[in-house]
């Protein structure tokens, strides 16, 4: 559950500062959501918003992108631009001001699922039968959906690996034509997720110390 509350603005005595923090603040805590970059989706944790602004904090190095975007589980986006960037945290402005309830809230109109980077990665696919070539469409903590040429039975286990992936198990869940949807046996964490996913795609924002 999101820990939500409101920052008092009582107190500030000069303009500047007064206009700066004019807007109501929330504190959201681990609140996971995908930064998506020129250079790749990242998973982070939004912080404090504001209808103007909004503060998130990464698993690694935040990406340089002067403008980059923001979205939600449920697929809600936002349009951002940086303002500030030091180590893994990041104060951004909105493109167009947003109703901050609805972004708090974050209103679903389907099932709620886990946060989905859409990443397109190669690996191989090993079953009893064989080693397979494939590519994932789009990459979770619980699973993967990908594209193979190869044929799996619904609830089927496999072995995938990938680079900067451990070898994981998983087991078919749904299939239509080419396509897959596995479930691993063991789930990642969200910091080992957001890691994995930035190593397969900026390793540079990965430093020593989080790997």
């Not at 603005?9 to 681990?30: F, M, N, P, V, W």
Request: charged content about 25%; hydrophobic content about 40%; aromatic content about 8%.
């Amino acid at each position: 559950m999101d820990a939500l509350s409101v920052d008092s603005e009582a107190g500030c005595g000069e303009a500047a500062h007064a206009d700066q923090r004019a807007a109501k603040r929330y504190t959201s805590l681990i609140r996971a959501a995908k930064l998506v970059s020129a250079h790749g989706e990242f998973v982070c944790v939004i912080r404090d918003v504001s209808s103007q602004g909004i503060s998130l904090r990464m698993f690694h190095d935040v990406p340089s992108d002067e403008a980059m975007g923001l979205e939600l589980q449920n697929g809600d986006s936002f349009e951002l631009r940086m303002v500030r960037a030091e180590g893994r945290e990041a104060s951004f402005t909105f493109a167009d001001e947003v109703e901050v309830e609805q972004l708090i809230r974050e209103n679903w109109n389907y099932p709620k699922r886990q946060l989905r980077l859409n990443l397109t990665i190669p690996l191989s696919v090993a079953s009893l039968t064989g080693k397979s070539e494939a590519i994932t469409f789009n990459l979770s903590q619980q699973g993967a959906s990908i594209e193979c040429d190869a044929r799996f039975a619904l609830d089927q286990t496999v072995r995938i690996q990938a680079p900067q992936m451990p070898e994981l198990r998983a087991k078919v869940r749904w299939r239509k034509d080419n396509s897959y949807g596995l479930v691993f046996d063991n789930t990642f964490t969200l910091r080992d997720f957001a890691i994995m996913a930035a190593k397969m795609q900026c390793p540079a924002l990965v430093r020593d110390e989080t790997a």
